[in-house]
């Protein structure tokens, strides 16, 4: 069966990922920061968890050395996030700005770096990168977040070059949206059911070819702006 690697497995998006994909008997590795306490994730039969925070290079490196003989061909960068959502104009943590910058657009390409040669094997292999459409700078008719909005930009500058220069190599590479849906940093008041959110994905995932690589989706496979 084909495996998978999720990064932010723990909870939310990731996490009903790590349910989907080993109900359908692939072999899933998930990431936590604190593997301990990570029990929903460590309740689902068949997921092999992992200490990994997103920001620490040396973890990326311990994991890496862990699936030294791995055959990955889904990668996963969902880990990320939210920074001070309600900060206003004139209040901005510069601080708080960079480390979201850090995790949400250097930290996915620097695992991403770490498990491509895990992927090698695969002649049609996909990497995601959870993004959002607050990245979207043609979408954006709201202003303010912008931590959030300028990482998740930078995220999708990275997918359309990284899938520019892994073109060669036949691994495509996509930016999802995964739309507004009940998860921690969705909140509760969400419309849209976490399971609904990945089943689609995956869907999406499976019909992804070379032409989609470097372009932008929401979770329904509708085509978005950058």
Same mark, same amino acid.
Request: net charge negative; hydrophobic share 45%; with cysteine.
């Given at each position: ?16 990922? #790590?349910? $989907?994909? *080993? /109900?359908?008997?692939? !072999? ?5 920061? @604190?593997?301990?306490?990570?029990? =929903? ?15 620490? #290079?040396? $973890?990326? *490196? /311990?994991?890496?050395? !862990? ?5 990955? @061909?889904?990668?996963?960068?969902? =880990? ?147």
């Amino acid at each position: 069966m084909p495996t998978v690697l999720i990064t932010g497995a723990n909870r939310g998006i990731g996490l009903e990922f #790590a349910r $989907q994909y *080993a /109900a359908e008997g692939w !072999t899933v590795h998930g990431s936590a920061r @604190d593997p301990e306490n990570a029990t =929903a994730l460590n309740g689902i039969g068949g997921v092999t968890v992992h200490r990994l925070d997103v920001g620490d #290079a040396a $973890q990326i *490196a /311990a994991v890496a050395v !862990t699936l030294a003989d791995a055959k990955i @061909d889904l990668l996963i960068n969902n =880990a990320g996030v939210s920074g001070a959502e309600n900060a206003a104009l004139g209040e901005i943590d510069y601080d708080t700005w960079l480390e979201v910058l850090r995790i949400n657009a250097l930290a996915p390409l620097r695992v991403t770096e770490a498990f491509l040669p895990r992927m090698a094997h695969a002649p049609t292999g996909l990497i995601v990168f959870m993004s959002s459409r607050a990245g979207s700078i043609t979408s954006n008719i709201a202003g303010s977040r912008y931590p959030y909005r300028t990482s998740k930009a930078a995220l999708n500058a990275v997918v359309r070059s990284l899938a520019l220069d892994l073109l060669p190599r036949g691994i495509n590479c996509i930016a999802m949206h995964p739309g507004w849906a009940r998860t921690d940093m969705g909140g509760a008041v969400a419309p849209l059911d976490p399971e609904e959110s990945v089943r689609c994905m995956r869907e999406l995932f499976r019909r992804v070819e070379p032409h989609d690589t470097g372009h932008f989706f929401n979770y329904d496979g509708r085509e978005l702006d950058w």
